[in-house]
Protein backbone atom coordinates (compact mmCIF):
# COMPACT_ATOMS: atom_id res chain seq x y z
CA UNK A 1 0.00 0.00 0.00
CA UNK A 2 1.06 3.95 -0.33
CA UNK A 3 3.56 4.89 2.49
CA UNK A 4 3.62 8.47 4.23
CA UNK A 5 4.13 10.95 1.53
CA UNK A 6 5.50 14.69 1.83
CA UNK A 7 5.48 17.40 -0.26
CA UNK A 8 7.17 19.46 -1.54
CA UNK A 9 10.57 17.46 -1.76
CA UNK A 10 12.49 20.33 -1.78
CA UNK A 11 11.47 24.42 -0.69
CA UNK A 12 13.92 27.09 -1.24
CA UNK A 13 13.10 30.48 0.37
CA UNK A 14 14.20 33.45 1.53
CA UNK A 15 14.57 34.53 4.60
CA UNK A 16 11.31 35.95 6.27
CA UNK A 17 8.69 34.29 4.26
CA UNK A 18 6.15 31.89 5.07
CA UNK A 19 6.33 28.14 4.15
CA UNK A 20 3.94 25.53 4.58
CA UNK A 21 5.04 21.75 4.30
CA UNK A 22 2.38 18.71 4.12
CA UNK A 23 1.90 15.51 5.11
CA UNK A 24 -0.35 12.67 3.83
CA UNK A 25 0.07 9.54 6.20
CA UNK A 26 -0.89 6.11 5.38
CA UNK A 27 -4.43 5.78 5.02
CA UNK A 28 -5.93 4.37 8.32
CA UNK A 29 -3.39 5.58 11.05
CA UNK A 30 -4.93 7.83 13.66
CA UNK A 31 -1.21 9.01 14.77
CA UNK A 32 0.66 11.65 13.00
CA UNK A 33 4.37 12.89 13.97
CA UNK A 34 6.51 15.67 12.75
CA UNK A 35 10.83 15.50 13.23
CA UNK A 36 13.22 18.27 12.08
CA UNK A 37 16.70 16.29 11.06
CA UNK A 38 19.38 19.24 10.63
CA UNK A 39 22.57 18.38 8.87
CA UNK A 40 24.71 15.92 10.50
CA UNK A 41 22.28 15.55 12.78
CA UNK A 42 19.81 13.15 15.21
CA UNK A 43 16.20 13.78 14.40
CA UNK A 44 14.44 16.32 16.63
CA UNK A 45 10.37 15.80 17.44
CA UNK A 46 7.84 18.35 17.03
CA UNK A 47 4.70 17.42 17.18
CA UNK A 48 2.33 14.79 17.12
CA UNK A 49 -1.28 14.44 16.30
CA UNK A 50 -3.45 11.79 17.79
CA UNK A 51 -6.36 12.22 15.58
CA UNK A 52 -6.56 16.29 15.08
CA UNK A 53 -5.61 17.38 18.09
CA UNK A 54 -2.00 17.67 19.61
CA UNK A 55 -1.33 16.53 22.37
CA UNK A 56 2.06 17.31 22.73
CA UNK A 57 3.59 20.33 21.01
CA UNK A 58 6.48 20.46 23.03
CA UNK A 59 9.32 20.30 20.38
CA UNK A 60 8.20 23.13 18.42
CA UNK A 61 10.90 25.32 18.33
CA UNK A 62 9.27 28.90 18.73
CA UNK A 63 6.03 30.29 18.19
CA UNK A 64 6.83 30.57 14.63
CA UNK A 65 5.96 27.25 13.81
CA UNK A 66 2.51 25.83 14.04
CA UNK A 67 1.07 22.48 13.04
CA UNK A 68 -2.68 21.41 12.14
CA UNK A 69 -4.41 18.34 10.99
CA UNK A 70 -7.72 17.82 9.55
CA UNK A 71 -10.08 14.76 8.44
CA UNK A 72 -7.68 13.01 10.85
CA UNK A 73 -5.63 12.75 7.52
CA UNK A 74 -3.82 15.54 6.33
CA UNK A 75 -1.44 17.98 8.51
CA UNK A 76 0.34 21.20 7.84
CA UNK A 77 3.64 22.32 9.39
CA UNK A 78 3.98 25.83 8.84
CA UNK A 79 6.92 28.04 9.59
CA UNK A 80 6.66 32.36 9.54
CA UNK A 81 9.19 34.25 9.05
CA UNK A 82 11.80 31.76 8.06
CA UNK A 83 15.54 31.96 9.45
CA UNK A 84 18.79 30.35 8.24
CA UNK A 85 18.46 28.35 11.19
CA UNK A 86 15.34 26.59 9.79
CA UNK A 87 17.05 24.64 6.97
CA UNK A 88 16.66 20.86 7.70
CA UNK A 89 14.91 18.17 6.29
CA UNK A 90 11.71 18.14 8.09
CA UNK A 91 10.10 14.33 8.35
CA UNK A 92 6.88 13.11 9.01
CA UNK A 93 5.61 9.93 10.13
CA UNK A 94 2.16 8.30 10.93
CA UNK A 95 1.51 5.00 13.14
CA UNK A 96 -1.70 3.29 13.39
CA UNK A 97 -2.24 4.91 17.10
CA UNK A 98 -0.51 6.27 19.93
CA UNK A 99 -0.77 5.26 23.82
CA UNK A 100 0.56 4.64 26.79
CA UNK A 101 1.24 1.26 26.79
CA UNK A 102 3.54 -0.64 23.62
CA UNK A 103 4.81 2.26 21.64
CA UNK A 104 3.13 1.53 17.67
CA UNK A 105 6.06 1.52 14.92
CA UNK A 106 6.42 5.02 13.30
CA UNK A 107 6.47 4.65 8.88
CA UNK A 108 8.34 7.76 7.86
CA UNK A 109 7.70 10.11 4.75
CA UNK A 110 10.64 10.93 1.68
CA UNK A 111 11.16 14.06 3.97
CA UNK A 112 11.04 17.95 2.95
CA UNK A 113 14.20 19.82 2.63
CA UNK A 114 14.03 23.50 3.33
CA UNK A 115 16.44 25.57 2.59
CA UNK A 116 16.50 29.34 4.00
CA UNK A 117 18.37 31.42 2.36
CA UNK B 1 15.12 12.68 30.06
CA UNK B 2 15.05 9.56 27.51
CA UNK B 3 18.84 9.57 25.73
CA UNK B 4 20.30 7.58 23.28
CA UNK B 5 24.29 6.83 22.37
CA UNK B 6 25.35 4.91 19.04
CA UNK B 7 28.08 3.93 18.97
CA UNK B 8 30.51 4.23 16.65
CA UNK B 9 29.84 7.12 14.77
CA UNK B 10 31.22 5.62 12.08
CA UNK B 11 31.76 1.92 10.74
CA UNK B 12 33.90 0.66 7.66
CA UNK B 13 33.61 -3.01 7.06
CA UNK B 14 34.84 -5.01 3.79
CA UNK B 15 32.32 -7.08 2.23
CA UNK B 16 31.78 -10.29 4.54
CA UNK B 17 33.36 -8.53 7.80
CA UNK B 18 30.49 -9.01 10.45
CA UNK B 19 30.19 -6.84 13.03
CA UNK B 20 27.74 -4.87 15.50
CA UNK B 21 26.38 -1.50 15.97
CA UNK B 22 25.47 -0.33 19.54
CA UNK B 23 22.32 1.75 21.22
CA UNK B 24 23.42 2.83 24.82
CA UNK B 25 19.85 4.07 26.13
CA UNK B 26 18.69 5.48 29.71
CA UNK B 27 14.55 5.47 29.88
CA UNK B 28 11.88 5.73 32.35
CA UNK B 29 9.86 2.62 31.56
CA UNK B 30 10.77 1.63 27.54
CA UNK B 31 7.91 1.81 25.81
CA UNK B 32 10.07 0.60 22.46
CA UNK B 33 12.91 0.60 20.96
CA UNK B 34 13.52 1.06 16.98
CA UNK B 35 15.87 0.95 14.49
CA UNK B 36 15.24 2.29 11.25
CA UNK B 37 17.85 2.64 8.29
CA UNK B 38 18.57 5.65 6.73
CA UNK B 39 20.10 6.25 3.00
CA UNK B 40 21.15 9.78 1.75
CA UNK B 41 18.66 11.84 0.87
CA UNK B 42 15.60 9.44 1.97
CA UNK B 43 13.38 9.17 5.42
CA UNK B 44 14.18 6.33 7.67
CA UNK B 45 13.10 2.86 6.77
CA UNK B 46 11.79 0.55 9.50
CA UNK B 47 13.99 -2.41 10.55
CA UNK B 48 12.59 -4.08 13.82
CA UNK B 49 11.16 -2.92 16.86
CA UNK B 50 11.82 -4.36 20.30
CA UNK B 51 9.55 -4.33 23.29
CA UNK B 52 12.01 -6.27 26.29
CA UNK B 53 14.97 -7.58 27.24
CA UNK B 54 15.97 -10.45 26.19
CA UNK B 55 13.86 -10.24 23.09
CA UNK B 56 15.98 -10.25 19.52
CA UNK B 57 14.67 -9.86 15.87
CA UNK B 58 15.75 -10.93 12.44
CA UNK B 59 16.07 -9.84 8.76
CA UNK B 60 17.75 -11.07 6.58
CA UNK B 61 21.97 -10.08 7.34
CA UNK B 62 20.27 -8.10 10.57
CA UNK B 63 19.90 -9.37 14.11
CA UNK B 64 18.18 -6.81 16.24
CA UNK B 65 18.93 -7.82 20.42
CA UNK B 66 18.00 -6.04 23.28
CA UNK B 67 18.97 -5.84 27.02
CA UNK B 68 18.23 -3.60 29.96
CA UNK B 69 20.42 -0.62 28.94
CA UNK B 70 21.32 -1.51 25.31
CA UNK B 71 20.50 -2.75 21.77
CA UNK B 72 23.18 -4.18 19.47
CA UNK B 73 22.22 -4.55 15.48
CA UNK B 74 24.87 -7.30 14.17
CA UNK B 75 25.41 -7.48 10.72
CA UNK B 76 26.25 -10.54 9.87
CA UNK B 77 28.48 -11.10 5.89
CA UNK B 78 27.25 -7.83 5.15
CA UNK B 79 27.21 -6.40 1.27
CA UNK B 80 28.12 -2.72 -0.21
CA UNK B 81 24.34 -2.88 -0.41
CA UNK B 82 23.80 -2.47 3.76
CA UNK B 83 26.24 0.61 3.27
CA UNK B 84 23.50 3.39 5.38
CA UNK B 85 23.08 5.06 8.50
CA UNK B 86 21.49 3.08 11.50
CA UNK B 87 19.03 4.98 13.73
CA UNK B 88 18.24 3.89 16.94
CA UNK B 89 15.64 5.69 18.74
CA UNK B 90 13.30 4.83 21.99
CA UNK B 91 10.45 5.69 23.49
CA UNK B 92 9.51 5.96 26.98
CA UNK B 93 6.93 6.10 29.27
CA UNK B 94 7.59 9.14 30.69
CA UNK B 95 4.69 11.96 30.78
CA UNK B 96 2.34 12.12 28.48
CA UNK B 97 4.68 12.28 25.24
CA UNK B 98 3.15 9.39 24.11
CA UNK B 99 4.27 9.97 20.45
CA UNK B 100 7.87 10.80 21.08
CA UNK B 101 10.71 9.22 19.81
CA UNK B 102 13.97 9.80 20.98
CA UNK B 103 16.42 9.53 18.45
CA UNK B 104 20.77 8.61 18.39
CA UNK B 105 22.85 10.28 16.17
CA UNK B 106 23.54 7.42 13.99
CA UNK B 107 26.14 4.98 12.98
CA UNK B 108 27.34 5.55 9.59
CA UNK B 109 27.63 2.06 8.41
CA UNK B 110 30.25 1.67 4.80
CA UNK B 111 30.85 -1.84 3.21
CA UNK B 112 33.26 -1.96 0.84
CA UNK B 113 34.13 -4.69 -2.25
Known amino acids: GAGVSQSPSNKVTEKGKDVELRCDPI?????LYWYRQRLGQGLEFLIY????????KSGLPSDRFSAERTGESVSTLTIQRTQQEDSAVYLC???????????????FGPGTRLTVL | EDQVTQSPEALRLQEGESSSLNCSYT??????LFWYRQDPGKGPEFLFT???AGEEKEKERLKATLTKKESFLHITAPKPEDSATYLCAVRGAGGTSYGKLTFGQGTILTVHP
Open chain 2, 27 to 32: VSGLRG
Open chain 1, 27 to 31: SGHTA
Open chain 1, 49 to 56: FQGNSAPD
Open chain 2, 50 to 52: LYS
Open chain 1, 93 to 107: ASSPRTSGGLADTQY
